[in-house]
């Protein structure tokens, strides 16, 4: 089975990529030379998937180049504050069918897109030796059968989905029906609740296929050219008023607010932890 059509997810604030996230969507985000999202555009036409759907909310209007030089179709999900990712798949619900599901911060060591999706939805996953604190799935006759948030030598949830048309079917009217009880859930907890009606398989991957930076400590493990230089202006302010270099300061860490977004940060410098706060552009020590 051919996917009909894209849709990736890109309405999320990703505070634990802070600061970046603070400054630019995390799809946006330059890997390597590439921009995340773009990459997997270029990868999934690559496959032969032209019709491509980007559901947008933080920043949303970051994204708009890529209708223009791209020919993504916007969709604005304009609860993305309120509710986790499952407010996403309802803004979509209108074109999804036999459709590959992404993460616009993921990224691809090779095009993981198949041109033959075959007739049974799948979730992507790579194998996990020893202990993990990844959502592991167990599958029985090829068909995922448990999921459980952490667990030891298993396939782990990540990256992307492929949901077949009766998939997507019987996933919306079980969404439409819970949709007022369900704000903080990502659409997967509501698939676990659900996996007899909601049959779905394992797609596996090679160890390091699919990689998903959390953090800009995680992105400078796989990118060199951050540790010097961050593309950060907040942090090259907050190295110009240090005396530091880009390249000293370390283990960032969001400061949560009330809301999905951030309030601040904190991070390492010689040893201290120091916290700066966006509302006061203040940088301080901390604890």
Known sequence: MKADNAVILAAGTSSRFAPLSQERPKGLTEVRGEVLIERQIRQLREAGVQEIYAVTGYMAEAFDYLERDFGVRLIHNPDY?????????????????????????????????????????????????????????????????????????????????????????????????????????????????????????????????ILEFDTLDELRGFDSSYVEDTRSAILKDIAARLGAREAEMKDFQPIRGTGARAEGFTFLWQGQRFRYMYATAKTERWM
């Open 81 to 209: 504050l309120q509710r986790n990712n499952n407010g996403s798949i309802y803004a979509a619900r209108h074109v999804l069918g036999n459709t590959l599901i992404c993460s616009a911060d993921n990224y691809f060591v090779g095009n993981p897109f198949p041109a033959d999706c075959g007739d049974t939805a799948w979730y992507a996953a790579e194998y996990a030796a020893g202990p993990t604190e990844e959502w592991c799935m167990t599958e029985k006759d090829g068909i995922i059968d448990s999921v459980t948030v952490g667990g030891r030598d298993a396939w782990i949830m990540l990256g992307h989905v492929f949901w077949t048309e009766t998939f997507s079917r019987r996933f919306l009217k079980i969404l439409e029906a819970e949709y007022a009880d369900v704000a903080d859930q990502l659409w997967e907890h509501i698939f676990i609740r659900h996996l007899r009606v909601l049959p779905m398989a394992i797609r596996k991957y090679p160890p390091g296929f």
